[in-house]
């Protein structure tokens, strides 16, 4: 750690005391979103295998000609009441469809508050290290773990579907003797003698070396972290593409034998 800068310290510690006070709030309406983004898949899990056969069934609806179903071969009662059926289905898929895209940003949203907050609570675990203070800087060490856990979970929708308890309550979860603990460290800190103009001046730069070290950390895992968004989209993509492709070739050789056998079938009046 660097050299004590007493101004520094009380600086960081009243930041992160005043961005406490709005910890219960914090991206609340975000957290809100996914809980009743989660309620609805839960509630009907359907829409999750309706997102992954939207490809199927618009195909299927592109085959449709009279009241048998080409994707099962079920004869429906006439030909609209099967395509209504298709079309609801391809509602569902597009209503899944919005809800992962929704998960996705909100979590993405959560995932940079919890980025902040962690940046908020290193400085004062260090300075709770080396005031002494073992167990302040145990709690601060442990909230931050539990912090980034949770923001690792946020990045994908299997992730975030075991939030749901989390994010419906205080998620970020400040520990109880957290603010008696800042008060005591702050209290310490204060008690401190006043250094001269000079410590004062090098300490501080040598304080803000470690700062911007710091951000750049928290740079590098926001971007790392947008990074593995988009490789899982471009990863979505490519899937629906190949499997965009291969039902192509399945319907061009089901179109084939089905008119194969439409003209085995009606030979005679050909």
Not at 192 to 211: E, G, H, M, W, Y
Request: proline share 3%; hydrophobic share 40%.
């Amino acid at each position: 750690m660097p050299e004590f800068n007493k101004v520094s310290a009380l600086r960081d510690l009243k930041t992160l005391s005043d961005a406490a006070i709005g910890f219960p709030t914090l991206v609340k309406a975000e957290a809100t979103a996914i809980v009743r983004d989660l309620s609805k898949l839960e509630a009907d899990p359907g829409l999750l295998t309706a997102l992954q056969q939207r490809l199927f069934i618009e195909k299927g609806l592109e085959l449709v000609d009279g009241p048998e179903c080409p994707l099962c071969d079920t004869a429906w009662e006439t030909e609209q009441k099967l395509r209504d059926y298709l079309k609801a289905k391809l509602v569902k898929s597009t209503e899944a469809q919005k809800i992962q895209q929704q998960l996705l940003q909100n979590g993405s949203t959560v995932a940079q508050a919890i980025i902040r907050v962690m940046n908020l609570i290193a400085p004062a675990q260090k300075l709770a290290l080396a005031e002494g203070d073992a167990g302040l800087a145990r709690l601060l060490a442990e909230w931050g773990a539990d912090l980034e856990e949770l923001r690792s979970k946020l990045a994908n929708v299997d992730g975030l579907t075991g939030l749901k308890d989390r994010l419906s309550g205080a998620w970020i979860a400040t520990p109880t003797t957290f603010h008696d603990g800042l008060r005591g460290l702050t209290t310490k800190i204060q008690a401190k003698p006043d250094q001269s103009a000079t410590i004062d001046a090098q300490t501080f730069l040598n304080t803000a070396q470690v700062r911007l070290d710091d951000y750049r950390e928290a740079r590098r895992k926001s971007e790392a972290a947008e990074i593995a968004l988009a490789t899982a989209k471009a990863a979505y993509n490519a899937y629906c593409t190949v499997m965009d492709d291969e039902l192509n070739a399945l319907y061009d050789n089901v179109q084939e034998d089905f008119s194969t056998y439409y003209r085995a079938v009606n030979e005679n009046d050909e």
